[in-house]
């Protein structure tokens, strides 16, 4: 997790960096506008300073620059970068269609550090090709599913590797099921349950899948145009099941309209032994329940919190919800990453897992719910 490292490494960078982290902020007011506080958390971080804002809106980037506390104010990115010369470029936009485009630009401008909202591209030809290209140029780029950054994990992992609660048989996982439910919910809201697969369950191998839509099997007269710019997608409804490296099954649904929406927003480790329950953007982020989870009586335990101090133990981070939620962990963990060469804790590469986890999806059901192998 590098939480503690992140931290002692920022400390080192405030006292030998003579001068601040120069940050470039891109946004579109009206077209995903400035995401979940990617602009703003630089504010919070005294290592860097906000040197320039692009957004094409007039007015949003005049409520922008105020926000900011910022003078130079562009209506065109790239305008931006060559006058501004970012070394951190925040891609802010929730719609994803302009991901690429933008994060293209900066890479190709030199800028040390990118941090973009997620999901991160559109497709995993743009996710290699960003990849490639951040590698070539040694630009880290790192995505803002923040609850990758949560510093309870390590200990979750802990935890389950140690055996107490048993052998991991399987991973089970939902959207959140509000409106969005189906192919909207898997790329803007499962894709954050997507990227944590890896750190439980090792790199996906392959998926199998079904989408129905309004109760019946979706076809391709089904498809629609999603919103936020993720292009097009289908149905209402999703189950998936994605093999593993480690052999332990991560399973995934989403239903429009499920019911109390966000309460199955996370996903469920099942062991022999116990249940992890990993909630997304919620604090604490993780229970955890011992007993057979098969065999309920009287002699299972009830829930109890695990925090980054350990399990039953009181969350030793006062902060710990602007660390993770307001993003402050992530960027400095970007920041870290710079400066000790190693790729962010959720970099490009991991980014690009998901996307084909969700790819991957649409294709098993196209192939009538086949298994579909997922590229390393």
């Given at each position: 997790m590098h939480m503690a490292a992140n931290g002692l490494a920022v400390e080192v960078l405030r006292a030998t960096r003579s001068t601040r982290?120069?940050?470039?902020?891109?946004?579109?007011?009206?077209?995903?506008?400035?995401?979940?506080?990617?602009?703003?958390?630089?504010?919070?971080?005294?290592?860097?300073?906000?040197?320039?804002?692009?957004?094409?809106?007039?007015?949003?980037?005049?409520?922008?620059?105020?926000?900011?506390?910022?003078?130079?104010?562009?209506?065109?990115?790239?305008?931006m970068l060559e006058r501004v010369q970012p070394e951190l470029v925040v891609v802010a936009s929730r719609h994803v269609d302009m991901h690429f485009e933008m994060m293209k630009a900066a890479i190709e401008h030199g800028v040390r550090g990118i941090y973009v909202e997620k999901p991160?591209?559109?497709?995993?030809g743009e996710?290699?090709?960003i990849l490639t290209l951040a590698r070539e140029?040694?630009?880290?780029?790192?995505?803002?599913?923040?609850?990758?950054y949560h510093p309870a994990l390590p200990e979750a992992l802990r935890l389950i590797r140690s055996g107490v609660l048993g052998k991991p048989l399987e991973i089970r996982g939902r959207g959140k099921e509000d409106a969005r439910g189906g192919g909207q919910d898997l790329w803007v809201l499962g894709s954050h349950l997507l990227n944590l697969v890896p750190v439980f369950a090792g790199n996906p191998?392959?998926?199998?899948?079904?989408?129905?839509?309004?109760?019946?099997?979706?076809?391709s007269s089904d498809y629609k145009e999603g919103d936020e710019g993720i292009g097009s997608i289908l149905g209402?409804?999703?189950?998936?099941?994605?093999?593993?490296?480690?052999?332990?099954?991560?399973?995934?649904?989403?239903?429009?309209?499920?019911?109390?929406?966000?309460?199955?927003?996370?996903?469920?480790?099942?062991?022999?032994?116990?249940?992890?329950s990993v909630r997304m953007d919620a604090e604490p982020m993780i229970h955890v329940r011992r007993?057979?989870?098969?065999?309920?009586?009287?002699?299972?335990?009830?829930?109890?919190?695990?925090?980054?101090?350990?399990?039953?133990?009181?969350?030793?981070?006062?902060?710990?919800?602007?660390?993770?939620?307001?993003?402050?962990?992530?960027?400095?963990?970007?920041?870290?990453?710079?400066?000790?060469?190693?790729?962010?804790?959720c970099g490009a590469a991991d980014g690009l897992i998901t996307?084909?986890?969700?790819?991957?999806?649409?294709?098993?059901?196209?192939?009538?719910?086949?298994?579909?192998t997922i590229a390393s």
């Open positions: 982290w120069k940050v470039g902020v891109m946004g579109n007011t009206g077209r995903g506008n400035y995401g979940h506080g990617l602009d703003t958390v630089w504010l919070r971080v005294p290592e860097a300073e906000i040197a320039g804002v692009s957004d094409p809106d007039a007015a949003g980037l005049a409520a922008a620059q105020k926000r900011l506390n910022v003078q130079a104010g562009f209506g065109d990115f790239r305008e991160f591209v559109r497709t995993s996710g290699r090709s140029r040694g630009t880290k780029v790192a995505i803002a599913h923040r609850n990758r191998v392959g998926c199998s899948a079904s989408i129905f839509e309004k109760g019946r099997e979706a076809t209402d409804e999703i189950h998936a099941r994605f093999d593993t490296a480690s052999g332990v099954p991560f399973f995934f649904s989403s239903k429009k309209n499920a019911g109390d929406k966000s309460a199955g927003f996370g996903f469920q480790v099942i062991c022999s032994e116990g249940i992890v007993g057979n989870p098969f065999l309920p009586s009287a002699e299972t335990a009830s829930w109890e919190v695990l925090s980054s101090g350990g399990l039953g133990k009181p969350e030793p981070l006062e902060n710990i919800k602007e660390l993770v939620a307001g993003h402050i962990a992530p960027v400095r963990d970007l920041i870290e990453s710079i400066t000790s060469d190693r790729q962010p804790l996307i084909r986890m969700i790819e991957s999806v649409f294709e098993s059901h196209r192939q009538g719910g086949v298994r579909v």
